[in-house]
């Protein structure tokens, strides 16, 4: 074994992104859970209830809410949405050079708002590192929206939030995520439109920089995300991307599905093509990613999978090729924790396998 992660270890809230895969159980809108219209972030009171009845082992709905309370309280403010979100990595690694333990702390931070039928403001509010130290000393807000219901169907937002594009899934770390330049702290500001049917689901979402973060490039474009409800219980889709920074110019686009097999038995999967124009010389870098997750619901709240990546994101260079591929399983034991596992192998072109494992824990209070 000449590279070993041998756990990673996250504190953050699962709710971040939403759970695709519960398009299974006929949750085809996010906004079943989520104040935001393209999931992730914070809960209603009914999403709340909702990983006790339909996602965790145990628990019960009485301590689903925020710090464990109700969140059916009549006695509670019913427009005040809040979470609390933690997170940390512990990581190990093992090389013929290097053996070395480190524990990072990531992301601390407060999420609240007000949600009421027509009109909803949302922030977070945390710390984050900022120097080699990787200490949280750094304030600052992840997220901030305001958003607005026009009608049942057609919602607006403005603020800063990821953009809405293909799965949304939880996993940052995935070829299609971290692989594009979608990784975690990659908000940007943006204007979205959506149309949320009984079938079909819309996003229109017109990407700005950071004023906050000149010194982080980040894209300027468009995003389109198109998703159908197919047989009340998979989702199909396709995504669009154009983007731009000063040195270069990229389009991202492709299908993404959770197609339910069985009652228990799904798939998760995306793929997408880019086409990533320099400036300096305008050549092309052409290439894919795709991310693929078949998993299966053995008990309530528990999800053995298999998975695979592929990032070759530029088909003339066989260095860009990258490949991760293993075995893990997901478990909701009790309402406001998710913890997954995996065990697998990661690969980069002319360089031998590596094998490697990490252990997640999602917190949301």
């Given at each position: 074994m000449r590279f070993l992660v041998f756990a990673s270890l996250f504190f953050v809230s699962a709710s971040v992104w939403a759970f695709p895969e519960n398009v299974r159980h006929g949750y085809f809108s996010c906004t079943a859970c989520h104040v935001s219209p393209s999931g992730g972030g914070a809960l209603t009171p009914y999403g709340r209830s909702l990983s006790n009845e339909l996602m965790s082992t145990w628990g019960s709905t009485k301590v689903s809410g925020f710090l464990f309370s109700n969140p059916e309280d009549e006695s509670k403010i019913q427009w005040l949405r809040?979470?609390?979100?933690?997170?940390?990595?512990?990581?190990?690694?093992?090389?013929?050079?290097?053996e070395k333990a480190k524990f990072i702390p990531m992301q601390a931070d407060?999420?609240?708002?007000?949600?009421?039928?027509?009109?909803?403001?949302?922030?977070?509010?945390?710390?984050?590192?900022?120097?080699?130290?990787?200490?949280?000393?750094?304030?600052?807000?992840?997220?901030?929206?305001?958003?607005?219901?026009?009608?049942?169907?057609?919602?607006?937002?403005?603020?800063?939030?990821?953009?809405?594009?293909?799965?949304?899934?939880?996993?940052?770390?995935?070829?299609?995520?971290?692989?594009?330049?979608?990784?975690?702290?990659?908000?940007?500001?943006?204007?979205?439109?959506?149309?949320?049917?009984?079938?079909?689901?819309?996003t229109l979402t017109l990407i700005s920089n950071s004023p906050e973060e000149k010194s982080v490039k980040k894209d300027q474009g468009v995003s389109l995300n198109s998703s159908y409800f197919w047989k009340n219980n998979s989702r199909l889709g396709l995504s669009a991307y154009q983007g731009r920074q000063s040195d270069y110019d990229r389009i991202v686009f492709g299908p993404y599905a959770t197609i339910s097999i069985t009652e228990k038995l799904f798939v998760n999967s995306e793929f997408f093509l880019?086409?990533?124009?320099?400036?300096?010389?305008?050549?092309?870098?052409?290439?894919?990613?795709?991310?693929?997750?078949?998993?299966?619901?053995?008990?309530?709240?528990?999800?053995?999978?298999?998975?695979?990546?592929?990032?070759?994101?530029?088909?003339?260079?066989?260095?860009?090729?990258?490949d991760s591929y293993g075995v893990g399983a997901q478990w909701l034991p009790y309402p406001h924790f998710d913890l997954m596992i995996f065990v697998g192998k990661e690969k980069s072109y002319m360089q031998e396998a590596t094998d490697f494992s990490w252990l997640m824990l999602n917190v949301y209070l």
């Open positions: 809040q979470q609390i979100y933690l997170r940390g990595v512990q990581t190990y690694r093992n090389t013929p050079k290097v407060y999420e609240v708002g007000a949600d009421f039928e027509k009109f909803a403001i949302i922030s977070t509010f945390g710390y984050r590192a900022n120097d080699s130290s990787q200490d949280l000393k750094e304030f600052f807000s992840r997220r901030h929206y305001a958003l607005y219901r026009f009608t049942d169907q057609v919602v607006g937002r403005i603020g800063k939030f990821m953009q809405s594009f293909g799965l949304n899934g939880p996993d940052h770390v995935t070829a299609t995520r971290r692989g594009l330049g979608w990784d975690q702290g990659s908000e940007s500001y943006n204007l979205e439109m959506n149309y949320i049917g009984e079938s079909f689901n819309q880019q086409d990533k124009t320099l400036k300096t010389d305008s050549s092309h870098q052409r290439g894919y990613a795709t991310f693929s997750r078949l998993g299966y619901e053995a008990v309530k709240g528990l999800t053995p999978f298999i998975q695979f990546d592929r990032s070759y994101l530029d088909n003339s260079d066989r260095n860009t090729q990258f």
